[in-house]
């Protein structure tokens, strides 16, 4: 998309898929896209993974997590429409949160959530836990998947609709570690609850911060709040 068609025209989310490939959410081209180059030689070269929706195109792909089968998991909020609800070119009139098979098949999971944008699947892939970035909604979301990856029960893990007031950001990226703890950004920095959903702690930090990736064998934790990409050890 050219920057006057989309209120954010760059890429959005980014992980690696199995075969460790970068796999982008592509905002403003509104796609889930894999770069077609080497890491090591990146090139603006990208392969459509995703783009559509029974012959509708998305609103804004903005956060995605890949299963160890190679299936992944997308949010579509509108953010990257020019104006949201009232663009034109909107096709789709929910949020959803969609799968993408490995054949290239795309299934929608949730169409419940106002803002679906952080997501990220616990240790036993059988868990999709999503961020909702609605100031009036700000919750984590828990969503248990049957065998074939229809949701069979949903639950708030944590409503932080309270904490906008008073911490700047809304609940975003998020990551989970080997042993099930969730790294997810939200008002204030990042909140730490354990595989149970207990709050744990938090890391306050001063700016909104959108997101999380762990590193060193979940030892390290880097965050990007605003302008600032942040690094911190953990015990």
Known sequence: AEP???REPGSNGLTLNTA???VLCQHGDRRVARLNADLDKPEPSFITLADQFQGKKFNSPNDAVVRSNGEIFF?????GLP?????SS???PFQGVYKISTSGQVSLVVDSLSRPNGVALTPDEKTLIVANSDP???MWYVFNFTENDSVSSARILFDATADTKTGKGLPDGLKIDKAGNIFATGPGGVWIFNAEGKLLGKIRLPEATANCALADDDK???MTSDA???RIRMR
């Not at 104006?83 to 663009?87: A, M, R, S, V």
């Open 4 to 6: 006057s068609q989309s």
């Open 20 to 22: 460790g490939q970068l």
């Open 75 to 79: 949010t579509d909020p509108p953010y």
């Open 83 to 87: 104006q949201q609800e009232k663009d």
């Open 90 to 92: 909107r096709q789709i």
């Open 136 to 138: 009036g909604k700000a």
């Open 220 to 222: 390290t934790l880097y």
């Open 228 to 230: 600032y990409l942040l």
